[in-house]
């Protein structure tokens, strides 16, 4: 039941009362009585037009502006807000079959520029932590340094579009059901604040306009988990995933121990197997190819050491998956004059999303041909077909060129799906085109397992294995150590992904142990970074565990 008085919308569902005030949600209580909000609640900003510039404008606290709220049924009420710098919509209805407290906002200006629209929820109960799918999965009070005052932009960094607050008794969580690969983000703010972003599709030189994303808000008993699930029961329908699931290798569920950035080294097989049954361990091997590291993509034509590594450790029962690339290239290479008017470009600025070695990003045609010695790379928009038939024949290719096959091949810098200023090619996002990449894939050389980098709610889908990073890449140490102890992201995909580690993993000295803890309280599998056979006769003592945790 939603009734409207004034200003005052008060919301009733089967698993909660809420009451907003001129848009504000300043209560939010279980059917027990537990209030999750404070005071402090009706300070928000509520709904905010941002603009590109990061130059954000309250749609409500203004002398000049003025809010309407109506009520249009027992389950439905919206709330106007007329601004000098522009007009605001909330949306307010109530989902009677789970009694999720549904919020759609929207925001429009006839100023151009405009790039999202932010809807905060303030001054929930400090003593909640926040759980939420940032690199992996956090537990962490949500005023920890680590976290506040961030944009977390999905799917890259939220990695899926939920958050969680909680103690040891319940709390409430907020999350979106998008299927269309819509943009969003996730701002973390201070004293109790969090904003949620409904993006404009790039490019925003010109837009007026942003919305279109509902958010769920719904209370629970019980840990993190419990929401959770229900997250997770909703994705597996949403996308089908059961047939996903189907799809996976047998031999997935068996890997026990995961080498990243393993050399192609024979004597340290020899040794290796001696230790792990060798059908248990999945390599990860950069080093493959005719060209160099990162360089000439996409050309994958393999060495010839590598054949004859390959067909050893195949003999021995070893999974070997050689790293390929999902959007990176070199413009250099021939298949550029094809799809080189489809790179990345920021939604910001249209500057070119790419990197180099050594020198800043170039931006002429002549500078991105001429420097192959820096690495330059470029990245090409997922969506464009063209480029998903070239990298797909280019792997095929090389595959083929294997005497003694692989069953699995790595796709590199598949998280980087962003909204862009051309965000669109072929009617189709990043985030979608890059599980239509990892699927076409998939599909070569008789069906294949696809290992990738990081892992999302979109990658997940496609992926049988994710390299996943830790919190900001490069931390370590104790701030590293705090972000630890959170499986969400397994909890979540690990029914079709199965996530190893990244770097760092060489138990040389305390940093790496507290890496390589941290990835297995995140749910990976045991992971080591080795250079040679005498790594693995004489190991690092955190590499002896990781062994062992694998022979077990």
Same mark, same amino acid.
């Given at each position: 039941?939603?009734?409207?008085?004034?200003?005052?919308?008060?919301?009733?569902?089967?698993?909660?009362?809420?009451?907003?005030?001129?848009?504000?949600?300043?209560?939010?209580?279980?059917?027990?009585?537990?209030?999750?909000?404070?005071?402090?609640?009706?300070?928000?900003?509520?709904?905010?037009?941002?603009?590109?510039?990061?130059?954000?404008?309250?749609?409500?606290?203004?002398?000049?502006?003025?809010?309407?709220?109506?009520?249009?049924?027992?389950?439905?009420?919206?709330?106007?807000?007329?601004?000098?710098?522009?007009?605001?919509?909330?949306?307010?209805?109530?989902?009677?079959?789970?009694?999720?407290?549904?919020?759609?906002?929207?925001?429009?200006?006839?100023?151009?520029?405009?790039?999202?629209?932010?809807?905060?929820?303030?001054?929930?109960?400090?003593?909640?932590?926040?759980?939420?799918?940032?690199?992996?999965?956090?537990?962490?009070?949500?005023?920890?340094?680590?976290?506040?005052?961030?944009?977390?932009?999905?799917?890259?960094?939220?990695?899926?579009?939920?958050?969680?607050?909680?103690?040891?008794?319940?709390?409430?969580?907020?999350?979106?059901?998008?299927?269309?690969?819509?943009?969003?983000?996730?701002?973390?703010?201070?004293?109790?604040?969090?904003?949620?972003?409904? !993006?404009?599709?790039?490019?925003?030189?010109?837009?007026?306009?942003?919305?279109?994303?509902?958010?769920?808000?719904?209370?629970?008993?019980?840990?993190?988990?419990?929401?959770?699930?229900?997250?997770?029961?909703?994705?597996?329908?949403?996308?089908?995933?059961?047939?996903?699931?189907?799809?996976?290798?047998?031999?997935?569920?068996?890997?026990?121990?995961?080498?990243?950035?393993?050399?192609?080294?024979?004597?340290?097989?020899?040794?290796?197997?001696?230790?792990?049954?060798?059908?248990?361990?999945?390599?990860?091997?950069?080093?493959?190819?005719?060209?160099?590291?990162?360089?000439?993509?996409?050309?994958?034509?393999?060495?010839?050491?590598?054949?004859?590594?390959?067909?050893?450790?195949?003999?021995?029962?070893?999974?070997?998956?050689?790293?390929?690339?999902?959007?990176?290239?070199?413009?250099?290479?021939?298949?550029?004059?094809?799809?080189?008017?489809?790179?990345?470009?920021?939604?910001?600025?249209?500057?070119?999303?790419?990197?180099?070695?050594?020198?800043?990003?170039?931006?002429?045609?002549?500078?991105?041909?001429?420097?192959?010695?820096?690495?330059?790379?470029?990245?090409?928009?997922?969506?464009?077909?063209?480029?998903?038939?070239?990298?797909?024949?280019?792997?095929?290719?090389?595959?083929?060129?294997?005497?003694?096959?692989?069953?699995?091949?790595?796709?590199?810098?598949?998280?980087?799906?962003?909204?862009?200023?051309?965000?669109?090619?072929?009617?189709?996002?990043?985030?979608?085109?890059?599980?239509?990449?990892?699927?076409?894939?998939?599909?070569?050389?008789?069906?294949?397992?696809?290992?990738?980098?990081?892992?999302?709610?979109?990658?997940?889908?496609?992926?049988?294995?994710?390299?996943?990073?830790?919190?900001?890449?490069?931390?370590?140490?104790?701030?590293?150590?705090?972000?630890?102890?959170?499986?969400?992201?397994?909890?979540?995909?690990?029914?079709?992904?199965?996530?190893?580690?990244?770097?760092?993993?060489?138990?040389?000295?305390?940093?790496?142990?507290?890496?390589?803890?941290?990835?297995? !309280?995140?749910?990976?599998?045991?992971?080591?970074?080795?250079?040679?056979?005498?790594?693995?006769?004489?190991?690092?003592?955190?590499?002896?565990?990781?062994?062992?945790?694998?022979? !077990?």
């Amino acid at each position: 039941m939603i009734t409207v008085n004034g200003t005052t919308i008060t919301v009733s569902t089967k698993t909660l009362d809420a009451v907003l005030e001129a848009g504000t949600l300043v209560s939010l209580r279980s059917k027990s009585g537990r209030e999750y909000l404070t005071e402090a609640s009706a300070a928000s900003p509520t709904l905010e037009i941002v603009f590109r510039g990061r130059d954000k404008r309250p749609v409500k606290t203004c002398a000049q502006g003025r809010v309407v709220c109506t009520g249009l049924s027992d389950t439905c009420a919206e709330i106007r807000f007329d601004a000098l710098d522009g007009n605001g919509v909330l949306s307010v209805t109530e989902d009677e079959e789970n009694g999720d407290l549904c919020i759609e906002p929207e925001v429009s200006s006839a100023r151009y520029g405009v790039l999202a629209a932010r809807w905060t929820v303030s001054g929930f109960d400090p003593a909640m932590k926040l759980t939420a799918p940032f690199f992996q999965g956090i537990d962490m009070d949500p005023e920890d340094e680590l976290i506040r005052n961030r944009k977390w932009i999905w799917p890259h960094r939220w990695e899926a579009g939920l958050c969680i607050f909680h103690d040891d008794a319940g709390g409430f969580w907020v999350h979106c059901r998008d299927t269309a690969y819509r943009a969003k983000s996730l701002v973390t703010g201070e004293k109790q604040t969090i904003s949620f972003d409904s !993006e404009a599709w790039g490019p925003v030189d010109r837009s007026l306009s942003a919305g279109g994303l509902i958010w769920r808000v719904n209370v629970f008993d019980g840990g993190w988990q419990v929401p959770a699930a229900e997250y997770r029961r909703w994705l597996w329908e949403a996308y089908g995933l059961g047939r996903e699931e189907a799809r996976r290798p047998a031999w997935q569920k068996d890997i026990r121990l995961a080498l990243s950035w393993a050399p192609a080294d024979q004597e340290l097989l020899k040794t290796l197997a001696k230790k792990v049954d060798p059908k248990t361990v999945l390599l990860h091997i950069p080093h493959w190819r005719t060209h160099g590291y990162d360089q000439c993509y996409p050309d994958f034509t393999p060495s010839e050491e590598f054949k004859e590594y390959l067909r050893f450790a195949r003999t021995l029962g070893f999974h070997v998956m050689p790293h390929a690339n999902s959007v990176d290239m070199d413009p250099s290479m021939p298949e550029y004059k094809y799809v080189g008017d489809f790179k990345y470009r920021d939604i910001e600025n249209g500057t070119l999303m790419g990197w180099s070695w050594g020198i800043p990003m170039p931006h002429t045609n002549t500078s991105l041909d001429e420097n192959r010695q820096y690495n330059v790379m470029v990245k090409i928009h997922p969506g464009l077909a063209l480029w998903r038939a070239l990298l797909a024949e280019n792997i095929e290719k090389a595959l083929g060129q294997l005497e003694y096959g692989t069953d699995v091949v790595f796709t590199d810098v598949t998280l980087c799906s962003y909204n862009l200023d051309n965000s669109l090619i072929d009617n189709t996002t990043t985030m979608e085109g890059m599980a239509r990449l990892i699927d076409h894939v998939s599909r070569i050389h008789g069906g294949i397992a696809v290992g990738g980098e990081g892992l999302n709610e979109i990658t997940m889908q496609k992926l049988s294995f994710a390299q996943v990073h830790l919190f900001d890449f490069n931390l370590n140490g104790e701030p590293l150590a705090r972000t630890g102890k959170c499986d969400l992201n397994r909890f979540l995909f690990g029914r079709l992904c199965v996530p190893f580690g990244y770097s760092g993993l060489g138990g040389r000295d305390r940093d790496e142990e507290i890496r390589s803890q941290v990835h297995l !309280e995140h749910g990976a599998v045991p992971t080591i970074i080795v250079g040679n056979a005498g790594d693995i006769e004489t190991p690092t003592p955190e590499v002896a565990r990781m062994l062992k945790l694998a022979a !077990e």
